[in-house]
């Protein structure tokens, strides 16, 4: 925390007090030569501390990063057949069904976000804080915002008609990556596709599929829950050629390398079976990709067994980072319909396990990050190494690891025990922006992670309605059941 001080003034009161000129010199000389004593011992003092403080910090990082690496065991302790199952009926969480002032608090400082980054132009949000770039993941993650403000009534029915029949129907006119599927990336303003981190420039750069299974979930609860916005959230799917997103079972993107379009099996554990599911919602076969077994195998993380995907960077080439989000989003969304309860609880376990060993709170997921490489995914395993921060490209950037506020909230919401409070009230402590939340605070660093974002912020809101409704919010919205029919335990 900072403080502003005054500086002492040039003293008027002072030069009255002592009178003549030379005096006042010699009293305004003497003052500066106080300020500059003050100064010099402020500064030794303060590099000092700093120093103190940094190598504190630098020993504690490495006290856990020794600890981090000593956790992992293989082979891990496999979840019980009988428990490797999706819930028959969606689960619902402890305590939910009511909000405290603290949570409406929360959610209300979330909404900002919304408020400074909705384009009048377009009806779309900005993915990160006034930058003029958007996913279609961040749109949904926006879609399910303002959902949230409508119910906790942050605005009106008429707002939040007129604003999302906006974003609707510029989706369903986007100008689509070869006429097939919306490009990953998208001017906010002009809609012109561009690339990640070149927002004014033209750039056609494939679709992936994850994040259009994410929009396929709310725009089914949207057409479900709200029928005079159902012919625009139709009107969106129809637009896409969604048949390219899947094959034999699977689900698939494209990307653009070296300007030659490659079409690949996308997902992994986790986010693979969520996305997969909103496919399934609309009709789309993607048992393969829903099969939370074939791939599966399970490595102790401070004694929890964590589940992971055997597909990594080496033998497939994909990452298979083991993140706390897709497990939110499916106990949010569906109650547990994508993926078994029971690899969220190791999931969640393992974090808190990692916390009672090392004392360092733990909520690890993907997020922006506000220095370079700029987005990281801050994993518990991930290409065989455990508790590991990397890029995309597989750069290691263990110091930018972060408790992230949208898991710590997300985590709180379905479990609602001692260890997911500390998480909660971490957040509510350290991450208030006048943005929103910010997106985490480094554990090295010891400070906030200052990015604020449309996906932060919107699973934070989400969180929040699921709480007040009391049930998975594809449930409460009425969206036909998308129970998976692909493999399963015997």
């Known amino acids: ?217 709310w725009l089914k609860i949207v057409g479900a829950k709200y029928p005079q916005l159902k012919s625009k959230s139709d009107a969106v799917w129809q637009h896409w050629h969604v048949q390219r997103l899947t094959k034999d079972g699977q689900m698939y993107g494209t990307s653009v390398i070296d300007g030659k379009e490659q079409y690949n099996q996308e997902g992994r554990l986790g986010y693979e079976n969520y996305a997969a599911y909103g496919l399934k919602l609309w009709g789309l076969d993607v048992n393969e990709a829903l099969d939370y077994q074939s791939d599966v195998a399970f490595a102790n993380l401070y004694g929890k067994g964590v589940p992971f995907d055997q597909r990594n960077y080496e033998n497939s080439g994909a990452n298979n980072y083991v993140l706390s989000e897709p497990y939110i989003l499916d106990g949010i969304e569906t109650g547990f319909q994508a993926l078994p309860k029971a690899y969220a609880d190791r999931v969640l376990a393992a974090q808190e396990a990692r916390y009672h060993n090392t004392k360092q709170l733990t909520a690890v997921s993907e997020d922006n990050v506000d220095r370079p490489p700029y987005f990281v995914y801050s994993s518990l395993l991930v290409n065989g190494e455990p508790w590991a921060t990397i890029s995309d490209n597989q750069e290691k950037h263990n110091n930018l690891r972060f408790l992230s506020s949208k898991a710590a909230i997300g985590w709180h919401v379905l479990y609602n025990n001692a260890y997911t409070r500390q998480l909660f009230d971490f957040v509510q402590k350290n991450l208030k922006s006048e943005k929103g939340w910010y997106n985490g605070f480094y554990e090295d660093l010891q400070q906030p992670n200052t990015s604020t974002t449309a996906n932060n912020n919107g699973v934070i809101l989400e969180s929040l309605l699921y709480k007040h409704v009391g049930k998975p919010l594809t449930v409460w919205a009425g969206v036909k059941s998308g129970r998976s029919s692909g493999k399963k335990s015997p």
Do not use: C
């Open 1 to 217: 925390m900072t403080h502003d001080f005054e500086p002492p003034p040039k003293s008027l009161s002072l030069l009255a007090s002592v009178g003549g000129v030379v005096t006042a010199i010699i009293a305004i000389a003497s003052l500066n030569y106080l300020s500059k004593q003050l100064t010099s011992t402020d500064t030794v003092l303060k590099t000092e501390i700093s120093t103190s403080h940094s190598d504190t910090n630098n020993k504690a990082a490495q006290a856990i990063a020794k600890l981090d690496a000593q956790s992992l065991a293989l082979p891990g302790t496999p979840v019980i057949p009988s428990q490797v199952t999706v819930n028959t009926i969606p689960y619902v969480a402890p305590g939910v069904g009511a909000l405290t002032p603290w949570d409406v608090a929360t959610a209300h400082q979330a909404w900002l976000y919304f408020q400074r980054n909705w384009n009048q132009e377009t009806g779309l949000v900005n993915s990160v804080d006034t930058y003029k770039a958007v996913t279609m993941w961040d749109q949904a993650s926006a879609i399910a915002a303002f959902v949230a403000a409508r119910e906790l009534n942050f605005i009106s029915a008429t707002e939040f008609d007129f604003k999302v029949s906006k974003m609707l129907d510029t989706l369903a006119s986007l100008p689509l990556y070869k006429g097939e599927l919306p490009n990953k990336v998208y001017n906010s303003q002009t809609l012109i596709p561009v690339a990640y981190g070149h927002p004014d420039k033209k750039a056609e750069v494939g679709w992936s599929a994850i994040d259009l299974g994410r929009m396929a979930i």
